[in-house]
């Protein structure tokens, strides 16, 4: 568990549970960060592969997705770009005989507006987050997939979707390892996070959903696991 960012608008702690040794795991990461206006960006993203290659393809890409939001990209043109920087990074290790190997990922990214109560959200072939509407219900709403990055063709084509966030509102990013399992449908998966959230409820602080969502998992789980919830203040 990492220590929580706060902010006036937003608190955000993180949960983190690495696969089983004996499974192929991937390489999952998170970030929160500051944007102008007072707004808030969050990310997460999952590289395919294990060991020391996705280890390094996640750190560049992390390292990307700060440089690209410094230029205050909305959510689908930041993981458009971040699907040719992938792409051109593998490319420029070929030309320079460098060590290489594919950049193939997964990615959410959301901007949280205080000011305008709302979360733009793009997906480049990642789960969707969890989300609580206006009418309090909490649900993963129907996003645009987008494609993964670092296929190069077709590019990714992510697009964003606007979400209202009211006030004590939840919007909780994850990794596809907390979803889908091998035994499991990503539906299914769905509605058992939902469904630990909601009896969490919105009194329980951002650390204790984070234990009652991670612990509906088996002890030893098969892929990485990454919870990066927030709620509005």
Same mark, same amino acid.
């Given at each position: @568990?990492?220590?929580?960012?706060?902010?006036?608008?937003?608190?955000?702690?993180?949960?983190?549970? =690495?696969?089983?040794?004996?499974?192929?795991?991937?390489?999952?990461? $998170?970030?929160? $960060?500051?944007?102008?206006?007072? #707004?808030?960006?969050?990310?997460?993203?999952?590289?395919?592969?294990?060991? +020391?290659?996705?280890?390094?393809? @996640?750190?560049?890409?992390?390292?990307? &997705? !700060?440089?690209?939001?410094?230029?205050?990209?909305?959510?689908?043109?930041?993981?458009?770009?971040?699907?040719?920087?992938? &792409?051109?990074?593998?490319?420029?290790?070929?030309?320079?005989?460098?060590? *290489?190997?594919? +950049?193939?990922?997964?990615?959410?990214?959301?901007?949280?507006?205080?000011?305008?109560?709302? *979360?733009?959200?793009?997906?480049?072939?990642?789960?969707?987050?969890? &989300?609580?509407?206006?009418?309090?219900?909490?649900? $993963?709403?129907?996003?645009?997939?987008?494609?993964?990055?670092?296929?190069?063709?077709?590019?990714?084509?992510?697009?964003?979707?606007?979400?209202?966030? =009211?006030?004590?509102?939840? +919007?909780?990013? *994850?990794?596809?390892?907390? &979803?889908?399992? #091998?035994?499991?449908?990503?539906?299914?998966? @769905?509605?058992?996070?939902?469904?630990?959230?909601? !009896?969490?409820?919105?009194?329980?602080?951002?650390?204790?959903? *984070?234990?009652?969502?991670?612990?509906?998992?088996?002890?030893?789980?098969?892929?990485?696991?990454?919870?990066?919830?927030?709620?509005?203040?």
């Amino acid at each position: @568990m990492s220590r929580p960012w706060r902010t006036s608008a937003q608190e955000t702690p993180s949960g983190y549970v =690495p696969a089983d040794a004996e499974y192929s795991a991937g390489g999952d990461w $998170f970030d929160v $960060f500051g944007l102008s206006g007072g #707004r808030l960006g969050l990310v997460v993203g999952d590289v395919v592969g294990h060991g +020391i290659a996705a280890a390094a393809a @996640m750190g560049r890409l992390r390292t990307a &997705v !700060r440089t690209l939001a410094d230029l205050d990209l909305p959510p689908a043109e930041l993981l458009t770009r971040l699907d040719r920087t992938s &792409v051109h990074l593998v490319e420029a290790d070929e030309a320079s005989d460098a060590e *290489c190997c594919s +950049i193939d990922a997964t990615c959410v990214y959301a901007v949280y507006d205080p000011a305008a109560r709302t *979360c733009a959200v793009a997906l480049a072939g990642h789960p969707p987050p969890a &989300v609580t509407g206006p009418d309090g219900a909490l649900t $993963f709403p129907d996003l645009p997939p987008g494609t993964p990055l670092g296929y190069g063709l077709p590019p990714c084509e992510a697009e964003a979707a606007v979400l209202d966030l =009211p006030p004590g509102g939840l +919007i909780a990013l *994850c990794s596809d390892g907390l &979803v889908e399992d #091998r035994h499991h449908d990503v539906g299914a998966g @769905m509605e058992r996070v939902r469904g630990a959230l909601a !009896r969490a409820g919105g009194d329980a602080s951002l650390t204790e959903l *984070c234990t009652t969502v991670l612990g509906t998992l088996p002890k030893a789980p098969e892929d990485d696991v990454t919870l990066l919830p927030a709620r509005a203040r």
